[in-house]
């Protein structure tokens, strides 16, 4: 069974800082791994996925995250927020019928 | 424009009162899929479904039905809602199972 833990619950940030929020998965077969965002009062949105290839995923609104295998780690991360940043962040694994979320990553930017 | 519609957005209903959430996609999605989302648990999938008269059970299926007749719609129903129900609720869909998923905008639902 695939599981997934967000090891941040809350991360606060100033607006042009760097941010990186943690996410670790466990699975017994091979995986895609997804972050979404979810803004306040809306939606799901694919931030980027994980399919097969490069390690190192490029997704919108500047973020990017690492693939780890041996860490069993999908870090995203941006180089620089910016307010409307704040948001709602879940990491994601499907490793069967199932997408499995991790229990979000509130990121609030403040000027 | 491809979308996922969930109807109604926001239903405020009491104890036993049966209630259905439709949940429709014009991409020609294969696998639908319905999350509750509640606050510090993140997304639990109810049921889903990976064709036409194809569904199973998620994680958290108690006091929920869903069928799929036709391959556009994957209505959630809830026979005798309670309480313990009160939730945002997500219905996405896929390409297939293990694609990324397409949400829907959210159905607020409270039971009182």
Same mark, same amino acid.
């Given at each position: ?111 | ?31 639908? #899929?319905? =999350?509750?989302?509640?606050?510090? /648990? ?5 049921? &889903? ?37 009160? #939730?945002? =609720?997500?219905?996405?869909?896929? /390409? ?5 998923? &397409? ?10």
């Amino acid at each position: 069974a695939q599981s997934v833990t967000q090891l941040d619950s809350q991360v606060p940030v100033f607006e042009e800082a760097p941010v990186e929020l943690r996410c670790n998965y466990s699975s017994s077969v091979s995986v895609y791994l997804f972050w979404y965002v979810q803004y306040p009062n809306q939606g799901l949105q694919l931030l980027l996925k994980y399919l097969s290839g490069s390690t190192l995923v490029k997704g919108i609104n500047g973020f990017e995250a690492e693939f780890n295998k041996s860490q069993t780690s999908f870090h995203l991360r941006k180089p620089s927020v910016h307010i409307s940043d704040t948001a709602e962040y879940f990491c994601a694994v499907s490793g069967g019928t199932a997408l499995i979320f991790g229990k979000g990553t509130t990121l609030s930017v403040s000027s | 424009e491809a979308q996922v519609t969930q109807n109604p957005r926001y239903l405020i209903t009491v104890t036993g009162k049966k209630l259905t959430v439709t949940c429709s996609q014009n991409m020609n999605h294969e696998y639908m #899929s319905w =999350y509750r989302q509640d606050p510090g /648990l993140g997304l639990r999938q109810i049921y &889903y479904s990976m064709n036409v008269e194809v569904t199973d059970k998620g994680d958290v299926p108690e006091g929920y039905k869903v069928s799929r007749k036709e391959k556009r719609n994957f209505p959630l129903i809830l026979e005798s809602p309670s309480p313990n129900q009160t #939730s945002l =609720y997500f219905c996405a869909s896929s /390409l297939s199972w293990g694609h990324e998923q &397409y949400f829907g905008p959210g159905t607020r639902l409270t039971v009182t």
